[in-house]
């Protein structure tokens, strides 16, 4: 497929490693010791988003996969419903140029700073965020097996390699109805992660309606809307929800899955969409 978008790097930000080593002090009180050791801790890097000439963004994040992580994010935060909107997208030093085809402001008074805590200090969602979001496709043909949610948990945990040298990252995947990864990314932040996994599938042309996200990370508001914005029908997450998740989760007609763990996962909002007859889960308890 001839894909008009044109991505370019003049020095590339992903040859930074992402995690590196470092001289600790381990305590063990039940031991009684102290041992000095080399420790592993992620990396976390920094990166600022101009569009169309605008200073709109800055990302706390983990140095890897920084195109998906823009265009994820274009995405999700509804600045663009395909990436044909995307003239071009260029990186360079730590900083990412993109041109919308439109011409078009970001709409904020001021940079916004995407954190590793995943927004800073806390806000209020604004409404036009979600209200405008309408109904999630597919409710009535989209039904999930349920060893795919047990599925998806093992994915996160067995891909996710950055995690396990440092317990530092979040790991999000991207999941086709049949279980299949689609897209898969860590990051020291759990919405970069989420963003990057879209921005890849959209990249490869994933229908987002027949998907099913899957994250370490907490079902907030955020997380809800991001999903909801590209359309995807179900959320499968290692973590809890926040209530404003759920509200908006109702709102929006989207399957929100939460503490899937072993055999066991508490299914939140539509669980219509979750076939049970016939199904044996197999597995871990």
Known sequence: MKRILTIESRKSD????????HEILKFSLLKGSVERLIDVVATEDWVELYINGEHYAEFSCSPSKIKELVLGHLLTEGMIKKLEEVKSLDISNGKVYVLLR???KPGFSKVRRILTECGGKPFKL?????MGIGRVKGTSTFKLPLQTIIEASKIL???????????????SALLGEDGSVIAFAEDVGRHNA???????AAMKDAAFERSILATTGRLTSEIVVKAA???????????????????IAETVGLTLIGFTRGKRFNVY?????????????QGEK
Do not use: C, M, Y
């Not at 992903?14 to 080593?21: A, I, R």
């Not at 604004?126 to 979600?130: A, K």
């Not at 989420?194 to 890849?200: F, R, S």
């Not at 914005?229 to 509200?247: F, Q, R």
């Open 229 to 247: 914005n590209v359309g995807i029908p179900i959320i499968v997450s290692l973590s809890a929800p926040t209530d404003k998740g759920v509200k």
């Open 269 to 281: 909002t539509n669980p219509e969409r979750i076939k049970t007859t016939g199904d044996t889960v």
């Open 126 to 130: 604004p409404p036009h965020l979600w």
């Open 102 to 104: 439109r011409k078009s």
């Open 157 to 171: 945990n067995s891909q996710a390699h950055i995690f396990k040298i440092t317990g530092g990252t979040h790991a």
């Open 14 to 21: 992903e040859d930074k490693p992402l995690s590196v080593e």
């Open 194 to 200: 989420v963003d990057k996994v879209v921005g890849e």
